[in-house]
């Protein structure tokens, strides 16, 4: 059974820093990828960052780029998402999806991806 489990959310002040994890199971670890999208209230569902089955490949929104990085550990079959100097504006309930099997790269639109975890919270305020 395949299943995606997002955890590492809270509330943090302004200019701070989080890191979420997503835990995956279900698959062999090399065999998708991921990716982290967020949705914000009254906002549509975007994507934040994903990377590929190797690690060889990631991309990331441009306008986290410098603060958002991915990351994964196939030995854990984790994929995190280090996210710094955090702004109000990143309130979000963030998810992971993956794309199995994956490809040699990896897309931050949700079309290619067929597992969502239940998505974690991020709040940003002081």
């Known amino acids: 059974q395949v299943q995606l489990v997002e955890s590492g959310g809270g509330l943090v002040q302004p200019g701070g820093s989080l890191r979420l994890s997503c835990a995956a199971s279900g698959f062999p670890s090399d065999f998708y990828a991921i990716a982290w999208f967020r949705q914000a209230p009254g906002k549509d569902r975007e994507g934040v960052s994903c990377i590929s089955r190797s690690d060889g490949f990631t991309k990331a929104a441009d306008s986290l780029k410098g603060r958002f990085t991915i990351s994964r550990d196939n030995t854990l079959n984790m994929v995190y998402l280090q996210m710094n100097n955090l702004k109000p504006e990143d309130t979000a309930v963030y998810y992971c999806?993956?794309?199995?099997?994956?490809?040699?790269?990896?897309?931050?639109?949700?079309?290619?991806?067929?597992?969502w975890g239940q998505g974690t919270q991020v709040t940003v305020s002081s």
């Open positions: 999806a993956a794309e199995v099997p994956a490809r040699g790269y990896c897309s931050t639109y949700e079309t290619p991806y067929q597992y």
